[in-house]
């Protein structure tokens, strides 16, 4: 998606955008990074989605984050 591309239906029809959801009150969208539970946002997290199909992506750019969560997440094998 990064690129542009939907992996999913090959459209060009992608658009990007930084902390592009929000939580709510009740219901919200929450993410776990390492044991931290982060009910607003505490990194910088990049939302793409494709227009064409609906496919959606999310990815979360601060290599710290990242490395904390080889500590807490299980590896898929």
Known sequence: MKDGK??????????????????GSSGGVYIYISKEFATRPTTDVDHYICTACGYFETYIEDKARLEAVKNDWKKVE
């Open 6 to 23: 939907c992996p999913r239906c090959k459209s060009n029809a992608v658009y990007m955008k930084r902390r592009g959801m929000s939580q």
